[in-house]
């Protein structure tokens, strides 16, 4: 009787070990719920035991919230399902002497994170006329609910078919010296005050406005969005930056073109989701529209994929762009976790687990240093609304999924954040 009774000692002991806390809902209450900051805002917790399929713990985990840049790990999903290996580059058709072009709205092109350049290095090589070609975009160059003033923040830059330089005007400042790239006009202010921009821009003309202060060294480098305009300012775009004519077509001439694939997916996604990156998380989007419906329209593709591999979340959300700036868009705690149970049974670990911030680096860089290599996780920021949605890999070795969405708060997102740290290191710490 001996070993019998000692294997059930064990297998009592791998039960508590595994087990959620005794403690889970006091901890939830004391350092999320009743905290100062948070006791008048909406909260919703979610925490789930992928191996077991059960929740340890769920607050308001049905209810919807706007859940500001975790919208990027549904976009994520998308891209990880759609893009496969490579992003597409552009589409194109050659004869004897004329090469025919089409965007395929991939923001890698002339950015300066990507060395590798496939699209820029064929249009170099020929020696042949090139011909821009009208891509179908049903995208406008803002998402819907996004905030129009916004139209010169870094965060927002304008989405189109062929993006250049990120779309947005890189800027150096030294002193009174100043660099542009792509070079635009500029209007120099000289102050000493401290201005509130470094940088502006007119709102319906490229103008931009620098504010030079001759009194610093320092170099200071900052982006500016620019306005990408219709498809012959785009072709003069190309045109000055090839150093060779390039026209426009009113309408498609390919037959059998040719998809001239760019820069590996994953170099995309990662410094999408670690520095949450709208205008990546968009343009993924548009990518996986033109690649599979060949028009770039990022609402047909989040419908796509509500209907097809999503079409199983607890909660139907209102999904309406890839970043998350919009307030349109509500998920709810529970929906968040689906989708990462999805993405951590589809893809290993040593894929997953980089594309997303861990503590003490990305968007995390200034929190759960606790807890290096077992938290991995996307932030969301809008004014009232703090969001982390991931995975937690407890003391014992056990991986949990979480999402934590708090909306209507009238605290700074600061103490927001740390009330939430609290509660998930003492979870992680625990289990």
């Given at each position: ?192 005050a401290p201005a509130e921009a470094l940088a502006d821009r007119e709102e319906r003309e490229n103008l931009f406005i620098l504010h030079l202060r001759t009194d610093e060294t320092a170099t200071r480098a900052f982006e500016v969005p620019y306005i990408t305009g219709n498809r012959q300012q785009l072709a003069r775009r190309l045109q000055d930056t090839l150093r060779k004519p390039v ?185």
């Amino acid at each position: 009787m001996r070993p019998i009774y000692l294997g059930f000692v064990a297998l009592l002991t791998a039960t508590a070990a595994y087990s959620q806390p005794k403690n889970l809902r006091q901890w939830a209450q004391q350092d999320v719920l009743q905290a100062k900051g948070l006791r008048e805002a909406h909260v919703g917790i979610s925490i789930y035991d992928p191996a077991t399929g059960k929740y340890w713990y769920q607050h308001q985990d049905d209810k919807f919230f706007m859940p500001a840049s975790n919208t990027k790990i549904f976009t994520l999903f998308t891209g990880l399902q759609l893009l496969g290996d490579s992003l597409p580059g552009m589409r194109y058709a050659e004869n004897d002497t004329a090469l025919f072009i089409r965007g395929m709205a991939d923001p890698s092109f002339l950015h300066p994170d990507f060395q590798y350049q496939p699209v820029m290095d064929l249009l170099t090589r020929t020696d042949k006329r090139i011909w821009l070609e009208p891509s179908v975009i049903r995208n406008k160059r803002f998402g819907p609910g996004w905030g129009w003033g916004d139209y010169a923040d870094y965060y927002q830059p304008e989405l189109n078919e062929w993006p250049m330089y990120g779309n947005v005007a890189w800027v150096k400042l030294t002193g009174a010296g100043y660099t542009m790239t792509p070079q635009f006009p500029t209007e120099l202010v000289y102050e000493r005050a401290p201005a509130e921009a470094l940088a502006d821009r007119e709102e319906r003309e490229n103008l931009f406005i620098l504010h030079l202060r001759t009194d610093e060294t320092a170099t200071r480098a900052f982006e500016v969005p620019y306005i990408t305009g219709n498809r012959q300012q785009l072709a003069r775009r190309l045109q000055d930056t090839l150093r060779k004519p390039v026209g426009v077509l009113p309408s498609p001439a390919m037959a059998g073109n040719r998809l001239l694939k760019s820069i590996p997916a994953d170099t995309l996604l990662q410094p999408m989701m670690h520095r949450s990156d709208n205008f990546f998380a968009e343009q993924i989007l548009m990518m996986c529209a033109a690649e599979k419906f060949d028009t770039i329209d990022g609402r047909k593709v989040i419908q796509y994929m509500l209907d097809s591999s999503l079409n199983d979340l607890p909660h139907p959300p209102s999904w309406v762009d890839g970043s998350g700036l919009s307030r349109y868009n509500l998920f709810t705690p529970r929906d968040f976790v689906t989708v990462l149970d999805k993405l951590l049974k589809k893809y290993p670990k040593e894929r997953l687990w980089p594309l997303f911030p861990s503590g003490g680096k990305g968007t995390l860089r200034n929190y759960y240093q606790a807890l290096p290599n077992r938290l991995y996780a996307k932030t969301g920021t809008l004014s009232g609304c703090v969001a982390l949605s991931g995975y937690i890999v407890t003391k014992s070795g056990k991986t949990l999924i979480f999402s934590v969405l708090v909306n209507n708060h009238n605290s700074t997102s600061t103490v927001v954040r740390r009330a939430v740290e609290n509660f998930l290191v003492r979870v992680a710490n625990a289990g």
